[in-house]
């Protein structure tokens, strides 16, 4: 509504182009980073780019596929552009070279963007403290969720009930499966697409296939299960990636208590704190956890 006109380009993977998907295949094989030109390459997108007074690209994956609009944009100087950022600097690979190859083409794409938009005020100090200059593009923006629907609900979730949902590569999998086998004395609902049933091995979790893009669950249900459960616990590993972050707040926001592993990037520490709207666990260790679950 702030604007005369906008246009949307979404990935587009039923035309895909033979140079443009080798290109991609490449880039992805030596960076490790999202390459998708084969989606986002074609002259109708080249016109959109180009006729914009703004690019606000919704995460890095456009932003990497977008390159070569990005290059031409930039030489021309035609729009100002943006993209979303969420733990883009904290892989790292064993290979030297493919550690290089990505380090200079995230730095390209620093250059190549005018504000650099970090979901994590984590990843965000990171970035301002090890790039001085290009750090300056960078902005933190507090993601939110939709307190209207995710409300708070007069309900007893004293019970036993314990809730683990989520599907990104930083959850800790094999780490709630073992736990969830150390404490029978609780039930645990896990909605993931991430664990099969073979792979429980306890009879106290109701494990729901969930992905939020297949929409396989109703956010009324996902909101059931938060307001059905005293906890939501979200095991993490360590990294600049704000994971957890939607899931965290659509708990808090429903009234049901977080427990949350305390990484390098958690999303906002300055709002969040321990024992008084978010619990933290230092590290993922089964007695801890234990502990302070009980």
């Known amino acids: ?86 733990g883009l600097f904290d892989v790292k690979h064993k290979n030297i070279i493919k550690n290089s190859l990505r380090r200079i083409n995230i730095l390209l794409l620093m250059v190549l963007v005018d504000k650099l938009l970090f979901l994590s005020n984590g990843e965000y100090k990171y970035v301002k403290n090890k790039y001085k200059k290009l750090g300056q593009k960078s902005y933190f923006i507090a993601f939110p969720v939709d307190k209207d629907f995710w409300e708070e609900k007069e309900i007893d979730n004293l019970n036993n009930n314990l809730l683990f949902i989520g599907n990104d590569g930083k959850r800790d999998y094999e780490f709630i499966l073992s736990l969830a086998k150390e404490m029978s004395e609780y039930n645990f609902t896990f909605i993931t697409s991430k664990i099969t049933q073979d792979e429980i091995g306890s009879n106290n979790i109701n494990l729901i296939y969930g992905r939020w ?82």
């Open 213 to 294: 893009d297949k929409e396989t669950l109703t956010d009324e249900e996902i909101k059931k299960h938060y307001h059905n459960s005293a906890l939501t616990i979200i095991p993490i590993k360590d990294s600049l990636q704000p994971s957890g972050q939607s899931v965290a707040l659509q708990s808090i926001s429903c009234g049901t208590p977080v427990l949350i592993t305390k990484t390098r990037g958690f999303w906002d520490h300055d709002l969040f704190i321990n024992d008084k709207n978010i619990i933290f666990v230092e590290k993922n260790e089964i007695e801890l956890w234990k502990n302070k679950i009980n």
């Open 1 to 86: 509504k702030s604007f005369k006109k906008t246009e949307i380009i979404e990935f587009n993977e039923k035309k895909v182009g033979k140079i443009s998907t080798f290109l991609s295949t490449l880039l992805q094989k030596v960076t490790g980073l999202p390459f998708f030109l084969n989606n986002i390459i074609n002259s109708k997108n080249l016109r959109i780019f180009l006729d914009s007074d703004l690019l606000v690209m919704t995460n890095q994956r456009v932003a990497f596929s977008s390159f070569p609009f990005l290059i031409i944009n930039k030489i021309l100087g035609r729009s100002k552009s943006s993209v979303f950022i969420m």
